[in-house]
Each structure stands twice: as structure tokens, then as C-alpha cells.
């Protein structure tokens, strides 16, 4: 595996594997890589003949009051995980290489970065798009691979590459979870053992969803409440939100019967979880 910190150097490993031919993947993560990210980087080897990866824990999409500072930070390892998975070549910029001094051009989803998680954080989406972009023009990869854990960020990413023409393929990846039903996250490792089994609410809800959609409720607003309930049982995790939207444009819908995306976010302690499931279209 090559490790560059370079923009230049990236760019010509990837003009390279482009100009030989090769199916070239991106998974942009922000390291502290546990199964879920390498759920994506196998999605990607499967799929692609170069699999590149980007570390880069971009302050631009962390608010003020935000984890930026203490967000786990493991690069040795993450390093010999991306070598056992047989990457081909991870970036893992500074911050001034991505972000030099002086830069003042954003990459803005308008509407949809102000929905889910970004109504709880604000320019949060405008952080993800532009470092999106600009990974996006370092590397040119044909396809990209996300989670659907950030199921808003997969839609507003979609979004982005739909209106401003980028040339990839956007796949998105199913959540990968811990056997209780605890969706993986870097930010699991901040949870004490009372806060991880509080924790698994979150799940737990969006379970009581499904159930409720499994016997035949399509009305949006009973399956949220019968969400909203399962989460004010564990009085000590402090509901941000819970939602029924449509998938695409993250807007409320009334009816699931035409598919809907199940969304929660919650905090446990100082940690805010998040969590969903998709409903599919009934029939
Ligand atoms: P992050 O490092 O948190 O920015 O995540 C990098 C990528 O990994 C994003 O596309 C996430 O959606 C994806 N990801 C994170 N956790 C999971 C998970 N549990 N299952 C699947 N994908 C995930």
C-alpha cells in the first residue's frame, strides 16, 4: 500500500492507475476505521481495480462545540488494517494541505444540508461537501463508496454529484452493527459500559418501527411515535431526532407505503448516535 500526504503525489498514483485502464474506487473516511469502514473498503476491492482511502479528519464539518479535538485518532493501526484488506493507496493529508491558509470556497447542498443532522449541526453538510468535492478532484475515482449509517450524507453526497456533474458513481453501503444491534462508530469508544448498553435504544426503536411496519402500519406519523416512545424509555439518552422522510430529499412524508427512511439521533452522555433504517416500498 503507498501512504501519500501529498495532493501531488496522489494525483499522479491515481492519473496513473487511470490512464493504465483501472477501475478506480474511493472510500473517504475520517479514520478510527472499525468494521464498518472496512465493510466499504471490501465493497470497493470486490468492485474496483485500485481501491484508494483518505484519512482526513476535516474540521470544517465539526461546529464549534463539537468532538473535533478528542475525535479518536488511531493512524498506525488504521494503517496496518487498510495494508490486510489489500488497499492500494491511502491519503491521509494534513490539515494545511487540504485546507491552506486563505481558502474560502464552500461546496453547498442548499435544503438538504439543513435537514436531519444538519438542523441539529449546523454546517455540518457544508463541511462534508466540500471536503467531498475536493477528495473528489484530488483522486477522480469512478466510484465512491459511503455507509448508509450517514444516511442524510448519502443523500445529500448524491445530491452534490448529480448537480454539479461529477463523474462518479455513488454506492452506498448497508450498516454494519455490533451482534446486540449497536450500529459501529469511531464514536463508540466514548461510551462507559452503563452508556454502551444505553446506548443500544437507538436500535431498539428503530426496531419497534419496523415491527409496527411488519404488521401493516404505513402511517408515518403512529411509526415515528411508536419510535419516539421506545427512545423516552431510557429517560437518561437525550432524543435529538427521530424522523420518517423520504430517502432523497430527507422531507417528511406522511405514508410510507412508497418507502421511507427511518432516522434517529440521540445523545448518550456527551456522545451523539445516530442510527436508521429503510423502509422498502410495500408490494
Ligand atoms: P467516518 O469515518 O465516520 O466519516 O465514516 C466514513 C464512512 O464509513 C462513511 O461513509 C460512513 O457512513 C461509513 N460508516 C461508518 N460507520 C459505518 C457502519 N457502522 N456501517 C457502514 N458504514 C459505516
Redesign the pocket.
Known amino acids: 500500500m503507498q501512504t501519500h500526504k501529498t495532493i501531488a503525489e496522489t494525483r499522479a498514483a491515481c492519473r496513473a492507475a487511470r490512464q493504465s485502464g483501472k477501475r478506480l474506487a474511493l472510500v473517504?473516511?475520517?479514520?478510527a476505521l472499525h468494521e464498518?469502514?472496512l465493510?466499504?473498503v471490501r465493497a470497493a476491492r470486490t468492485s474496483c481495480d485500485v481501491v484508494a482511502v483518505s484519512i482526513f479528519v476535516n474540521p470544517a464539518q465539526f461546529g464549534p462545540n463539537e468532538d473535533l479535538a478528542k475525535y479518536p485518532r488511531n493512524f498506525e493501526r488504521d494503517q496496518l488494517l487498510l495494508e490486510k484488506e489489500n488497499v492500494d493507496l491511502l491519503f491521509a493529508p494534513s490539515l494545511e494541505e487540504m485546507y491552506p491558509q486563505g481558502s474560502v470556497t464552500w461546496v453547498t447542498v442548499e435544503g438538504l444540508s439543513h435537514k436531519l443532522d444538519g438542523r441539529s449541526r449546523p454546517g455540518h453538510f457544508r463541511g462534508v461537501t466540500t471536503v467531498v468535492s475536493k477528495l473528489f478532484h484530488i483522486i477522480a475515482p469512478d466510484v465512491a463508496f459511503?455507509?448508509?449509517?450517514?444516511a442524510a450524507?448519502v443523500a445529500v453526497i448524491r445530491r452534490m454529484v448529480r448537480d454539479l456533474n461529477f463523474p462518479v458513481e455513488i454506492v452506498a453501503?448497508p450498516?454494519?452493527r455490533e451482534p446486540d444491534g449497536l450500529?459501529?462508530?469511531?464514536r463508540n469508544v466514548f461510551l462507559d459500559a452503563r452508556q454502551r448498553s444505553q446506548a443500544l435504544v437507538l436500535h431498539r426503536s428503530l426496531m419497534q418501527v419496523k415491527n409496527a411496519w411488519e404488521a401493516g402500519e404505513t402511517d408515518a406519523a403512529k411509526l415515528a411515535a411508536a419510535g419516539r416512545d421506545e427512545m423516552k424509555k431510557q429517560n437518561s439518552v437525550r432524543l435529538d431526532y427521530f424522523e420518517v422522510v423520504d430517502p432523497d430529499s430527507l422531507d417528511s412524508v406522511t405514508n410510507v407505503a412508497n418507502g421511507a427512511l427511518v432516522a434517529v439521533a440521540a445523545f448518550v452522555g456527551s456522545t451523539r448516535l445516530i442510527d436508521n433504517i429503510l423502509l422498502p416500498r410495500r408490494g
Do not use: N
Request: proline letters at 5%.
Open positions: 473517504p473516511t475520517m479514520g464498518g469502514h465493510s466499504l459511503f455507509g448508509q449509517k450517514d450524507q453501503c450498516i454494519v450500529a459501529m462508530s469511531s
